[in-house]
């Protein structure tokens, strides 16, 4: 009644204020809203060849100067196109705004499907499907690049944040060109670079980071994979924006060759040379002409199309077939470049592995192996152990003794004996290398057999290692913990 009667006491002015304010609300935030501007010819013609496939999924980015499906251009640079089976969608890059595609009556209709206001932040963002849900990654807008992931939340019609560990920026540019991947099976998001403003706000100076990058959806995590491959960098730096998504690998255009790239098995290469000669005749047969047209390349299941836009907006178009059986597997090279494996085991699969209740299961374990270690090494006394080395000791021949009597000696100095001097005690000096190896080799072999037998030591008690120098040749020397025991016996 209250407010009956605040509104009864206003005058016309203010009440049409208060009316053109809820209005407004009301027409901001409507679902559903039907786009009743007239799609160009080009356009119907663009929509008629994807809307006939009733399978196969397509993302694209398509400039809006060549296409605007009758939305207001001033409000965005670029257009994400969507594709599901039957179902397209439409998203004006640098606004939160969707649009639905229907077709009745053979004429194409958007309706708008959001509830959010332009937002200006994600001009260029790569928008995809995963399963049933649109996301996009990165853009910009405000001065700055953007690293984040959203999504479209069916539940909320707005885009939402999708968390993640860490921030990578990346668009989808024509320039700049960054090639994306996403593994539906696995749910994860390939890159192979990202970038970011090097001088603002003075200027738009960009510095890249050369790196492939993997984002699991499972876990919200970003990976840094490796330094991609630069004869790929160098490739992609003047590829085509446009390229043919088959399965696990993507297929992209550098001048009149075609390459192959899968992120999941780390391998770029060739298409067959007879394949690649079909595909290069394809191309030049429609975009010979000397005058200037504007091009979309997109491929639907094994049909790849090729479309030419002269400047009067006249549509055109070829197509060749294409599969995962036209890659040459024979010639590959690595995409990135892992430089520390070890490192990257580490950080990114042990490391998250040790969780609390894992560290502290392996702290007990490793106390209890500690005690009966101890309890193990308590049942042999240092008498007993003394007995077994003047057993072993016994055991040796005249040369035998004096080689392990010049390895302790030298250990002591903090040097290693070389294999010259093993040639002299053992008398093979002056034979050729071959028997040299193998009278070595042998010369230890029974000394730590009579060792192992005498002592019941698991370690051997002769070692060798790889010269510093010479990576080819091996040093010698003892087992450290076994040197006061032999001690003994040369002091005597």
Request: glycine share 4%; proline share 2%.
């Amino acid at each position: 009644m209250f407010i009956f009667s605040y509104l009864y006491g206003m005058n016309f002015k203010q009440l049409s204020i208060i009316l053109i304010i809820i209005l407004s609300s009301i027409l901001l935030n409507a679902q559903h809203i039907e786009v009743k501007d007239k799609f160009q010819k080009h356009e119907i013609e663009f929509l008629d060849i994807i809307y006939k496939d009733s399978t196969h999924s397509l993302n694209l980015i398509l400039h809006s100067n060549l296409f605007n499906f009758g939305l207001n251009t001033k409000e965005f640079k670029n257009i994400a196109l969507l594709k599901k089976g039957k179902a397209i969608w439409i998203q004006p890059l640098g606004t939160g705004k969707l649009f639905k595609l229907v077709q009745t009556k053979n004429e194409y209709h958007l309706i708008r499907i959001d509830s959010t206001i332009h937002s200006g932040v994600n001009y260029e963002a790569f928008t995809f499907l995963l399963h049933d849900t649109i996301f996009q990654f990165g853009g910009s807008g405000f001065w700055h690049l953007r690293g984040i992931m959203t999504y479209f939340s069916k539940t909320t019609q707005e885009w939402e944040l999708y968390p993640s560990n860490i921030l990578v920026n990346g668009y989808a540019d024509y320039k700049d060109i960054i090639k994306y991947k996403i593994d539906t099976q696995a749910n994860k998001l390939y890159a192979n670079k990202s970038l970011v403003y090097r001088n603002l706000p003075n200027d738009f100076s960009l510095n890249t980071i050369d790196s492939c990058f993997e984002f699991d959806f499972n876990n919200h995590r970003w990976t840094t994979l490796g330094a991609t491959n630069n004869e790929l960098r160098k490739s992609l730096l003047s590829a085509n924006f446009y390229h043919f998504d088959m399965g696990d690998i993507i297929i992209f255009q550098n001048a009149l060759d075609f390459f192959w790239l899968n992120y999941k098995t780390n391998t770029y290469g060739r298409i067959k040379r007879f394949k690649n000669e079909q595909m290069k005749q394809t191309w030049l047969s429609l975009y010979t002409t000397k005058e200037t047209y504007d091009d979309v390349q997109f491929n639907l299941g094994n049909t790849a199309y090729l479309i030419k836009l002269d400047p009067s907006k006249q549509l055109s178009f070829k197509t060749f077939n294409i599969s995962v059986d036209d890659i040459d597997t024979n010639n590959f090279d690595y995409v990135y470049k892992i430089e520390n494996s070890f490192v990257h085991f580490i950080y990114n699969d042990l490391l998250p592995f040790f969780t609390p209740n894992v560290s502290i299961t392996i702290l007990i374990l490793f106390f209890i192996f500690f005690l009966i270690y101890r309890q193990r090494k308590k049942r042999v006394p240092q008498e007993v152990n003394a007995i077994l080395n003047f057993h072993f000791f016994n055991s040796l021949n005249v040369v035998e003794k004096e080689l392990v009597q010049v390895l302790y000696e030298q250990q002591l100095k903090g040097e290693e004996i070389s294999p010259k001097q093993i040639n002299k005690i053992i008398g093979v000096q002056q034979k050729d290398t071959l028997t040299q190896n193998k009278s070595r080799s042998d010369h230890f072999l029974k000394i730590n057999q009579k060792f192992k037998l005498a002592t019941q030591q698991d370690l051997p008690l002769i070692i060798k290692s790889r010269d510093s120098i010479d990576k080819r040749q091996y040093n010698y020397g003892l087992e450290t913990r076994y040197l006061q025991e032999l001690g003994k016996h040369f002091k005597a």
